[in-house]
C-alpha cells in the first residue's frame, strides 16, 4: 500500500470520527468517491491503525441505522416543498 494512500486512509477515518460524517460527506470533503472513502476506512484503515478503524466502524453503524430515518425526512421536505410551490 502506497503511504500517500495510508495517509489518506487515517485522515479519513479521523475526520469521520471527529465529525461523526457519512461516507457520503467524506467523500464531499476530500474530492474523492464514496467507494473510496468506503474502502480506505473499512479495508486499508483497519491494516493500519485498528483502534481507528473500530471507532470509525462505529460511526458508521449508527449512520447505516438512520439513514432510514433522513431519507424519510428528506421526502418530506421535498413534497412539503412542492406543496408550498402550488
Known amino acids: 500500500m502506497s503511504g500517500l494512500i495510508g495517509i489518506r486512509a487515517v485522515e479519513i477515518g479521523e475526520y469521520i470520527v471527529e ?3 457519512t461516507v457520503r460527506s467524506a467523500a464531499k470533503a476530500f474530492g474523492i468517491s464514496k467507494s473510496t472513502v468506503h474502502t480506505d476506512v473499512t479495508e486499508k484503515l483497519e491494516h493500519l491503525n485498528p483502534e481507528l478503524s473500530r471507532q470509525v466502524r462505529a460511526v458508521l453503524d449508527v449512520n447505516k441505522a438512520q439513514r432510514h430515518i433522513r431519507g424519510g425526512l428528506a421526502t418530506k ?10
Do not use: L, P
Request: a positive charge; aromatic letters at 8%.
Open 19 to 21: 465529525n461523526k460524517a
Open 77 to 86: 421536505e421535498k413534497y412539503m416543498a412542492i406543496h408550498k410551490a402550488v
